[in-house]
């Protein structure tokens, strides 16, 4: 049978799709905090038996080897479900407030109210995380969720709408596969939260939508996420963490190092150590290495090709470039500028420009100079220099001595600032994002030391 295109595909109901989704949350099935717990169950079981058909998805769209899917993919989300299986109920728990003299004998706790039915729009660069793993906060947090995955990862988009048919309640989440069309008709809808991840032109997009409901949203942005290499760190080391972090899934990764800073002697020693860290990653020629991932589409093959126009590529670059298996060799670019086209926008791909500096205070003023990125990225053993970049440089996050790891650090929220978005999640920021928390004061009738006050005021002013 012909394999269906956008163009060829009905559009979905998408208004009954969501008034559904409504309905089951106003009976009030996703309440219960034993159902949650369920419904996480049941969404582990379902990617543990979806698990290969996952993983051949993930192939065919990004080139993906099983063990980048299982680092960067199904492992992050499994240990995503498991964190927050484990600790909802406690995180759930209403602490307790103090409350002041007038409110005596009174009693607070904040209850943290699910917020209702809630749109997830996913990207296609790591297109299982990004779509489940905020599921699982939407789950634990009560609500009834629409999943909207990329069609730029059309393969993993059809794995992720049979793993929902198959193994979740549709009473809870819903898959709406599709493009632009699908998306702009899922916007014009009323959602209680849209959590969307991707760059930052549908970013605003998804705000200006979102503002016409005055629906809150958690954006999950990229940016272009820098790396300082200081003098005196051990460069072998730093070097196999920059390249692991810059050339997984090629280099097509929201917080991949986007360009390297460091002085002049420092980029030439380190050189020599970039180039063997490829080598040791992805051998001698890493067209033909398995764990080296593939470009997602032809016009993001275009748009990098172009990047490497006029610029001098020490490692790589566009001579080895295969078109067919949409083939980007990781590159590493020297003699660079700030003014040159590479440094315009975000790279998302494997290209990685070192920059001179004269040392950390222009690296910090270079960065305070941007956007404020998704990560910084510091290799340096002078708790000085660490401080400078904790205190003078804003990110989403900031990794001292490791790229790419700390997003699956569960315990840990991640999200953007500025530019690179707003919001968190993750663990328990997750549930925090998919929940309001909601002050409940209550107070006993008697004895009345409301009266306090109550108009005249005069006793009030006795006592203050
Ligand atoms: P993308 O093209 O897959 O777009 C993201 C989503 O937006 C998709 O579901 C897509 O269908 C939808 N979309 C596209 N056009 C739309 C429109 N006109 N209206 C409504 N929806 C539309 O992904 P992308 O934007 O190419 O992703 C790459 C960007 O995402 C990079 O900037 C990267 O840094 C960022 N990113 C951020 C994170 C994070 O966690 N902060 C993670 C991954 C990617």
Same mark, same amino acid.
């Given at each position: 049978m012909e394999s269906m295109t956008a163009a060829s595909r009905p559009l979905l109901d998408i208004p009954g799709t969501v008034a559904a989704l409504r309905a089951s949350f106003d009976a009030g099935t996703t309440l219960g905090i034993d159902g949650r717990l369920e419904a996480l169950a049941a969404l582990r079981r379902g990617i543990v038996a979806e698990r290969s058909a996952l993983e051949r998805a993930l192939a065919e769209d990004l080139g993906k080897s099983t063990q980048e899917a299982t680092v960067t993919e199904i492992g992050v989300v499994l240990a995503e479900i498991d964190h927050m299986r484990r600790h909802l109920r406690s995180w759930l728990r209403p602490g307790r407030f103090g409350l002041g003299a007038v409110l005596a004998p009174g009693s607070g706790h904040v209850l943290r109210e699910p917020l209702g039915t809630v749109l997830v729009i996913a990207p296609w660069n790591y297109p299982v995380n990004l779509a489940l793993s905020p599921l699982v906060g939407a789950i634990a947090g009560g609500n009834t969720a629409l999943l909207a995955p990329s069609e730029l990862a059309p393969a993993t988009s059809a794995a992720l709408a049979r793993l929902a048919a198959r193994h979740l309640d549709p009473a809870w989440i819903r898959v709406v596969e599709g493009g632009v069309e699908e998306k702009t008709a899922l916007l014009a809808e009323r959602f209680d939260l849209i959590f969307y991840t991707g760059g930052g032109r549908v970013g605003r997009l998804v705000a200006h939508a979102a503002a016409e409901h005055l629906t809150p949203t958690v954006l999950e942005l990229g940016g272009k996420s820098p790396v300082f290499v200081d003098e005196g760190v051990d460069l072998a080391r730093a070097a196999r963490r920059i390249v692991w972090g810059k050339f997984t899934n090629a280099g097509q990764t929201c917080t991949a190092p986007d360009h390297l800073m460091a002085t002049p002697a420092t980029l030439a020693a380190l050189l020599p150590h970039l180039r063997a860290a490829i080598e040791e990653m992805y051998g001698p020629d890493p067209r033909t290495c398995e764990e080296y991932g593939r470009i997602v589409g032809e016009a993001q093959l275009d748009r990098l090709a172009g990047l490497l126009d006029g610029a001098t590529a020490a490692i790589g670059g566009v001579d080895g470039i295969d078109r067919a298996a949409r083939h980007i060799p990781p590159t590493v670019l020297v003699d660079v500028s700030f003014d040159d086209p590479v440094m315009d926008e975000e790279i998302f791909g494997p290209i990685l420009?070192?920059? +001179? /500096? #004269?040392? !950390?205070?222009?690296? &910090?003023?270079?960065?305070?100079? =941007? @956007?404020?990125?998704?990560? *910084?990225?510091?290799?340096?053993?002078?708790?000085?220099?660490?401080?400078?970049?904790?205190?003078?440089?804003?990110?989403?996050?900031?990794?001292?001595?490791?790229?790419?790891?700390?997003?699956? +650090? /569960? #315990?840990? !929220?991640?999200?953007? &600032?500025?530019?690179?978005?707003? =919001? @968190?999640?993750?663990?328990? *920021?997750?549930l925090e994002a998919f929940t309001h928390a909601k002050p409940v004061v209550s107070k006993p009738l008697v004895p009345d030391t409301l009266r306090l006050v109550y108009p005249p005021v005069s006793a009030l002013r006795r006592r203050l």
């Open positions: 420009p070192l920059l +001179a /500096v #004269s040392g !950390p205070l222009e690296a &910090v003023d270079r960065i305070r100079a =941007g @956007a404020k990125p998704l990560t *910084a990225y510091v290799f340096s053993d002078d708790p000085r220099t660490r401080r400078l970049f904790a205190t003078r440089t804003s990110s989403g996050s900031l990794a001292l001595g490791l790229t790419l790891a700390h997003v699956g +650090a /569960v #315990s840990m !929220p991640f999200g953007g &600032v500025g530019e690179s978005g707003h =919001g @968190a999640y993750h663990g328990r *920021a997750s």
